[in-house]
Every structure is written in structure tokens, then in C-alpha cells.
């Protein structure tokens, strides 16, 4: 590259101010020299490079990843991370010692060597100064994540005091041997804090906030130079030191590691993929290659564990690095990690492929009438396929020498569309040659949502550029079948099953649907949810509508619009907009869940829906009551939710067809010689449940 001499200087002789990672899934690295650059994780695309101050010394990132923080000693500035412009700056500040961000953004505060803390509010840019306690030197600070207007204060006198930002009191107080400099909160109102220098001893320390508990954290054989509690997981706090290890440390009360071992069926990190089929459901985060099994009736059935033991033997952490295709027959699934690797599972027979690809970032199940018929995977600048049944490699295409950014696919369909930098390539599935190519408007610009559709049995293909207003819809084939629908602060996005009409969500908990026959909004609801729509979708026949916003909140509406005349799930979906129920916009409200976390992923089979949550849970709502529920259309058409930690301890049900058996693990099935060994194994997991009696339970 053109600035190879500016990389080496920042990373061999320039030394990192930070580095942190938003839950946009963009991680950030500041260096000393003001050098700010942005990548998506986890492919590691570089999406932005700026400069800051010219000298950076603190940074600090708010949780969504939209704002950044950096500082040194006589100035602060934050930083609008999607296009890197300030948004404000403070300069002749003096003697500036450590900063921080509330977790939604909107405040900043940085603390002055023995000049108190100056709180800054980043939506009317008003600042306040709390002079605190002059007296003694501030070493560190923290605030707390529920928007308390609390803030921690590390002193060099071995204290750290809890001060609320509204009234300048001090609400609490503790010491620790050593002078702290490192503080971390939790949601759980836990105060991690670590002292550094001549009584450094390598222990956290854990003191409670309102009951006064502590708990002291002891494991680390060096200096603990981070420390941070993990986003979702409540009190689970991760340590990394100098001896070379980065731990983690679940349950203030025991102090322990985290066991895994008892919690099999649990994400530990947010479920950013759920997906459904006729018989089975599977979730999966993209952090660790471990996808979760289920049934319709959210019953955990089994896990898949694609890590490669050569790979793991070497320490290095995997991760998934394009999302898990389901077949429609639940038969087969697709997905690569990052150990170069593909994995084809056949969960009906228990076989498994593992195909070697370098740098493969995204997979999909080419899909004929329910059936896995071939597998595409994008490597760079090539295409590759597959066959699903034996591994063999049948074509591999190279349309352009630069990379392919996004690739897309549909059910049943026969195209698929890469999407270039400059240009949109389609290209026969079937035939794997090159149809047209379609010029970008927005070149070079990152797609954060693109995607096929059937529209008046034609192929379709949306597409959205990030921090634009509208949204792009178009033929595969024609150059007339174009239209750009509002946009606006568009936070979700959902095309319904028949292609013809569309929901936008936005930043401020509003929905629009757009009928793309008539080009005319159908419905328009302001303020469907009190905060930003994270997920939304359509039910098949077009009968339901499920949003979800960043609070957990999930509810469930009757469209008033297209022909939902058909049944859904084997009942009149007619009758379950009829009744007493909040009419707004088209839409009719009929029922909601408030969940224990955000909703990050949604999908939906028939009349179940499946909601993945930042906390590592998985939910499963019924649409429609059984037959005989005491439940009226109204009172609640979203009910029923279940965890899986509930599922698991809760539930006496067996699932009637397990693709592992418990004796048998995913490695196991890997090392298995020969298909008859597999089939061996499957009859006598069907013998053995043959002994048992399985019954089934739902909980209310």
C-alpha cells in the first residue's frame, strides 16, 4: 500500500494510546501520534483512518461504538466514529489524568490532576465543574453503567469514593493497599479496582457499591494492566496481566474462573444468529464457533463445536466469520470460522464436512426445493463451489482482481449478487458464469444490508449504504425496476416473505412499510417503541409483524394491510387483529415481552418466534396459543418466553430426534472413518431412546 511507511511507523515506533470495540462490532486503535483507525469486526476490514490530537495519552469509547473519546494532558475531543469528525473539543484544560464515557453516549468526564472532574454533556455541549476533593491526586475514574449519574474516583492516596453527579455528595467510600489506577463497574453495581506500584500484589479487588460486600480475585502471577466487565454477562469481569494470560471471572461471590462445562447450552457472548427451519432452530454468536441446537418448542437438543483440534492446540481463539445457512428441511447447515475453514454438517445423518479455504469470510446453502443443492463461498476476490454431499469442489470464479465485499443469495432462487467496491456483479448459480454487471451509486462506501427478494416472481436485490438516507431496490435483470424508499436513521430492516412490502425501523423507535408495488407507504407508526428498533420481520403470510428495541422490549402487531386473509400457523390469522386492540399507522398492537437484555437477532418459522439476547439467552414465543389456552386474542399474542438456562432445568422434555448423541462429541463425529460407523451410531442412539419414555412441556 500507498502508506506502508505510515503503518510501520505507528505500529513499530509509535506506541498505542488504546484500543476498545463498540457493539456496532467495529474495533478502534488510537496510537500516541493521534492516529485513529476503525475496523469491522471480525473480518478485520479496514473502514476509516483520521487523525486526533496530534498527542493522545486516554481514550474512551461509549458502548454502541458511535462516539470516541480521546485526550491528553491540556485537552479532550469526541470523535463522530462513523465518518471520524469532532463533534466537540475542549482544549486548555491542564493537567488532564484519565476520562471516561456513560454508556449511552451522552456524557463525557474527564478528571483534572488535583482539579476536580469537568462533566460535559455531549447533546446541548454544556460543561460543569465538580471540584471534588482538591487535596489528593486523581488516578483513575469510572462511571456507572445504568445511567446513575455516578462516578467512581480512584485516588493516590489508596482511596476510591462514589460521588453522584447531580448533588457532588459523596455516597461511598473504601481503600485498597496501593495506589488504584485501574476501576471498572458492572451492572451489578461492583467496583473492580487494581493498585499498582509499590503494593501491587496482582489481586482485583471487588467492593459492592450498596451493600459493602468485597471479594478479592487472586490468579494473576504478574501486573494486571486491564480489567473490564463484560457488557451482557453482568458481574462477569475479564483481567489481563503481564504473566501472559487474560482471565475471567464469573460470580462476585465465588471469585472462580468460569466453568462452561455445566453450561453447555448457553451463549457466552451476544446471540447475533438465530435461524429457523421446518424441524430444527440454531443459534450461534459470532465470537466462538459453538452453534446451539433446538427444538420448535425450545427445547435444547444438542451443540456443534466447529473448532479444529490442530487449530486449538495452538491457543489461538476462532471465531465465526459469516453467518450459519439453514437448509429449509433443517437437514443441512453451512458456516466458516477463522481457521480458514468451511463447515458443511449434516445434521439427519451426522456427517460433516471441513473444506480448507484461505481467508474465507462468507458462506451460503444454495437452496433447491428445501434441499441443500451446492455451497458458495467468497474467499477475496473468488468465488468458490461446492457440493454439499461430498466436499468436491465444482467451479471456482474470479469476476474482478478486487475483493468482494458482500455476497448474496436467495431460496429456491438461481442468481446470486456479488457487490464490489464500484460495481454489483450478477452471476447463474447453476451454470456459475457472469449474468450483467450493475454500476454503484454510492462506490466504495460500506453495505451494512444487502440481500435478495422475490418480487412479482422476478429476483430483486436491496441494498443500504451506511449513513445515507434511503434505501436502494432493483431488478437482477432489468435497469428499469429501481426504487429508493426513506431511510432515515435507519436502524433495522425487513423485506416480507411474498417481497411485496417493506418495514424500515429507526434510531428513534419508528416503523414505516412501504408497498413496493405502489411505491406507497402502507403504514407509518411514530413511536412504536420508546428507543432504537434493533430487529424486525414479517411473518410468512404477512398476517404478523415482531419489532425489538436496544431496552428488550419485543412486541407483536396485526398488519391492516396486503392479503392476510391466509391462515397462519393452521388458524385464521384474520381473527387476530380483530378486537379492542390499539389500531395506529396499519398496524395493531396485539401483545409485548419485556426481556432481561437487547434483542440482537429474530427469526421466525410458522407461528414460533426465536429472539437471541446480548446476555447469551435464547427465547421462544408462541404467536398463537395452543388450541386450549385460556388466552384471548388481545389480552396477549406474544407469551411464553423461555430461557435457555430455564429450559434446561426447568423442562423433564426430551427431544424426539437428537442429531448427537450425549456419549458422542462433534470431534468425535469428525474422526469417524466412514459413513457406516455414522450410521451405526445413529441406530443406536435410536435404540437407546426407544428405552425411554420422552414427554413434552410448556412453560406459561
Not at 118 to 126: F, M, T
Not at 659 to 680: C, I
Request: charged residues 20%; proline residues 2%; hydrophobic residues 40%.
Amino acid at each position: 500500500d500507498d502508506d506502508d511507511d505510515d503503518d510501520n511507523l505507528e505500529g513499530d515506533l509509535v506506541k498505542v494510546a488504546g484500543m476498545c470495540i463498540g457493539d456496532n462490532l467495529k474495533g478502534f486503535c488510537v496510537w500516541r501520534n493521534g492516529i485513529v483507525k476503525v475496523w469491522v469486526l471480525p473480518a478485520g476490514d479496514e473502514i476509516l483512518k483520521f487523525q486526533a490530537q496530534l498527542e493522545v495519552n486516554y481514550i474512551a469509547l461509549s458502548r454502541s461504538g458511535e462516539f470516541l473519546v480521546t485526550a491528553n494532558s491540556d485537552s479532550i475531543a469526541v470523535w463522530d466514529t462513523s465518518n471520524g469528525r469532532p463533534v466537540i473539543t475542549r482544549e486548555d484544560l491542564g493537567n488532564v489524568v484519565a476520562v471516561c464515557i456513560s454508556e449511552d453516549g451522552s456524557t463525557v468526564v474527564l478528571a483534572k490532576k488535583l482539579g476536580g472532574v469537568i462533566v460535559v454533556d455531549l447533546r446541548s455541549g454544556s460543561q460543569v465543574n465538580i471540584p471534588l476533593d482538591k487535596s489528593e491526586p486523581v488516578t483513575s475514574i469510572a462511571m456507572d453503567p445504568l445511567g446513575r449519574k455516578l462516578l467512581f474516583v480512584a485516588y493516590v492516596s489508596e482511596a476510591v469514593k462514589m460521588y453522584d453527579l447531580r448533588t457532588h455528595k459523596t455516597l461511598m467510600a473504601f481503600s485498597q493497599n496501593g495506589s488504584v489506577d485501574l476501576l471498572a463497574v458492572s451492572y451489578g453495581m461492583w467496583c473492580a479496582s487494581v493498585a499498582h506500584g509499590s503494593h501491587a500484589d496482582a489481586i482485583i479487588q471487588l467492593q459492592h457499591a450498596q451493600t459493602q460486600d468485597r471479594q478479592l480475585f487472586s490468579g494473576h502471577v504478574g501486573d494486571i494492566n486491564s480489567i473490564h466487565f463484560h457488557p451482557s454477562l453482568r458481574d462477569c469481569l475479564v483481567s489481563a496481566s503481564s504473566d501472559e494470560t487474560i482471565r475471567t471471572w464469573y460470580s462476585p461471590g465465588s471469585g472462580q474462573n468460569i466453568d462452561t462445562s455445566q453450561q453447555a447450552h448457553r451463549h457466552f457472548d451476544a446471540v447475533d444468529i438465530v435461524e429457523t427451519s421446518s424441524s430444527t432452530t440454531i443459534s450461534a454468536s459470532s465470537s466462538k464457533p459453538v452453534i446451539q441446537i433446538w427444538s420448535h418448542e425450545g427445547e435444547w437438543v444438542d451443540f456443534l463445536d466447529l473448532t479444529n483440534e490442530d487449530y486449538a492446540e495452538t491457543g489461538c481463539l476462532c471465531h465465526l466469520t459469516s453467518p450459519v445457512s439453514l437448509s429449509s428441511d433443517g437437514a443441512v447447515l453451512c458456516t466458516s470460522t477463522s481457521n480458514n475453514r468451511v463447515h458443511c454438517v449434516n445434521l439427519d445423518r451426522n456427517e460433516s464436512l471441513q473444506l480448507a479455504i484461505d481467508h474465507v469470510h462468507s458462506t451460503h446453502l444454495l437452496i433447491e426445493d428445501g434441499r441443500a443443492k451446492m455451497i458458495v463461498a467468497v474467499s477475496g476476490t473468488l468465488l468458490y463451489f461446492f457440493d454439499p454431499a461430498t466436499g468436491q469442489e465444482l467451479h471456482v470464479l474470479e469476476v474482478e482482481k478486487t475483493p468482494i465485499r458482500k455476497m448474496a443469495l436467495m431460496e429456491n432462487g438461481s442468481f446470486l449478487v456479488c457487490a464490489y467496491d464500484h460495481k454489483y456483479v450478477v452471476v447463474d448459480a447453476c451454470s456459475c458464469t457472469v449474468v450483467r454487471d450493475i454500476v454503484r451509486h454510492s462506490p466504495g462506501q460500506e453495505i451494512s444490508h444487502f440481500g435478495l427478494f422475490l418480487h412479482n416472481r422476478a429476483q430483486w436485490f436491496y441494498s443500504y449504504i451506511v449513513n445515507t438516507t434511503s434505501i436502494v431496490l432493483r431488478s437482477l435483470v432489468s435497469d428499469d425496476e429501481y426504487m429508493e424508499l426513506d431511510a432515515m436513521d435507519m436502524s433495522s430492516f425487513c423485506v416480507s416473505k411474498s417481497g411485496g412490502f417493506v418495514a424500515v425501523c429507526s434510531d428513534g423507535g419508528n416503523v414505516t412499510v412501504w408497498d413496493i408495488e405502489s411505491e406507497s407507504k402502507c403504514a407509518e407508526l411514530v413511536g412504536a417503541h420508546a428507543s432504537r428498533i434493533t430487529q424486525c420481520i414479517f411473518s410468512q403470510f404477512l398476517s404478523f409483524f415482531i419489532t425489538a428495541d436496544d431496552s428488550g422490549v419485543i412486541r407483536c402487531w396485526g398488519c391492516l394491510f396486503g392479503d392476510n386473509e391466509a391462515n397462519e400457523g393452521g388458524r385464521s390469522a384474520k381473527a387476530s387483529v380483530s378486537g379492542d386492540n390499539e389500531l395506529m399507522g396499519g398496524l395493531r398492537l396485539l401483545g409485548e415481552e419485556k426481556c432481561d437484555s437487547e434483542i440482537t437477532s429474530i427469526a421466525i418459522q410458522k407461528d414460533v418466534v426465536v429472539i437471541g439476547m446480548k446476555n447469551g439467552l435464547v427465547g421462544h414465543f408462541n404467536l398463537l396459543p395452543p388450541q386450549n389456552a385460556e388466552i384471548n386474542f388481545g389480552e396477549s399474542s406474544l407469551y411464553n418466553i423461555v430461557d435457555t438456562v430455564q429450559r434446561f432445568h426447568k423442562s423433564k422434555a426430551k427431544a424426539k430426534k437428537r442429531p448427537f448423541s450425549k456419549k458422542e462429541t462433534y470431534a468425535d463425529l469428525l474422526r469417524a472413518s466412514s459413513t457406516r460407523q455414522l450410521v451405526d451410531l445413529e441406530q443406536e442412539m435410536h435404540d437407546q431412546n426407544a428405552t425411554s419414555c420422552c414427554s413434552s412441556c410448556i412453560l406459561v
